[in-house]
């Protein structure tokens, strides 16, 4: 099991911006397809955007053009660039990683945006 630790989350206004972090305690990281999740209450969770190794990326339609995913393998970390957001983007974000049938998960990192 990989252990996956996010950052980044805060409060910003409509129209602002926020780079999540998740960094990976993995000696395999650039095998791993990598996720951004996110959940609000009362919703199901969802993916919001992942990357594989090769560096493909996808993205949930309500974030195409303002979410950006990117992954460093020589810092095992990957990053969720947010722009333009909206209040239905607030949630918790969770960073997931993925190889074979074995996924991880970290905690959460909390993003509100509020006038």
């Known amino acids: 099991q990989v252990q996956l630790v996010e950052s980044g989350g805060g409060l910003v206004q409509p129209g602002g911006s926020l780079r999540l972090s998740c960094a990976a305690s993995?000696?395999?990281?650039?095998?791993?397809?990598m996720g951004w999740y996110r959940q609000a209450p009362g919703k199901q969770r969802e993916l919001v955007a992942a990357?594989?190794?090769?560096?493909?990326?996808n993205y949930v339609d309500s974030v195409k053009g303002r979410f950006t995913i990117s992954r460093d393998n020589a810092k095992n970390t990957v990053y969720l660039q947010m722009n333009n957001l909206k209040p239905e983007d607030a949630a918790v974000y969770s960073c997931?990683?993925?190889?074979?049938?074995?996924?991880?998960w970290g905690q959460g990192t909390q993003v509100t945006v509020s006038s």
């Open positions: 997931n990683a993925r190889v074979g049938s074995i996924t991880s």
């Open positions: 993995t000696s395999f990281f650039d095998l791993y397809t």
């Open positions: 990357i594989t190794g090769g560096g493909s990326t």
